[in-house]
């Protein structure tokens, strides 16, 4: 008798308890727009920096509400360009690769290690947003150039500043 008398009043709290999580979902329903979800969904994620936003979703905001430019994704590069020109069917200048300050850069920039430098204390592998430095503690780390999107994350908390910035042609 006291299983049957606990599983009723499990039952009837899980009832009430859903019909208060329905009311809730009901009253408080958060509205996204489908276009930003879009195109936040065409970025590459890095939340980098490099576009002169916080993060992928507030680019993508700047976007379809402010009328931001769409090639400030450097990391991302011209396959991102050319994704979200598709996306929202407005032409892109040419193959000019970036804009900046109608300097055209046709060029990336990613962070290298000197090796001979680093001490392998692992404050630039839990900083990077992509994953592309590897190493073990104490021992030397390295960058994969391919992942690296060069937002400085790991310049800044490199206590041996053996990290620096790099031009590789595109």
């Not at 490099?50 to 396959?79: D, H």
């Not at 290690?113 to 630039?124: A, L, R, S, Y």
């Amino acid at each position: 008798m006291l299983i049957l008398k606990t599983v009723f009043f499990f039952g009837c709290l899980t009832f009430f308890l859903s019909l208060i999580l329905i009311y809730i979902s009901e009253k408080y329903v958060i509205y996204s727009n489908i276009l930003i979800d879009s195109i936040d969904n065409l970025l590459p994620q890095s939340q980098c920096g490099q576009c002169q936003y916080v993060s992928c979703y507030s680019y993508a905001k700047a976007i379809i509400l402010n009328g931001e430019k769409i090639n400030k994704c450097i990391p991302g590069g011209m396959s991102i360009i050319k994704n979200i020109s598709n996306f929202l069917n407005v032409d892109v200048v040419k193959d000019q690769h970036f804009e900046d300050n109608n300097i055209i850069i046709d060029y990336r920039i990613i962070a290298w290690i000197n090796e001979d430098h680093c001490v392998g204390c692992n404050k630039c592998i839990h900083v990077c947003p992509v994953d592309s430095i590897i190493g073990s503690k104490n021992l030397t780390h390295t960058i994969i150039s391919d992942f690296c999107t060069g937002c400085k994350l790991c310049i800044e908390v490199c206590p041996t500043d053996c990290i620096k910035l790099r031009k590789v042609e595109i």
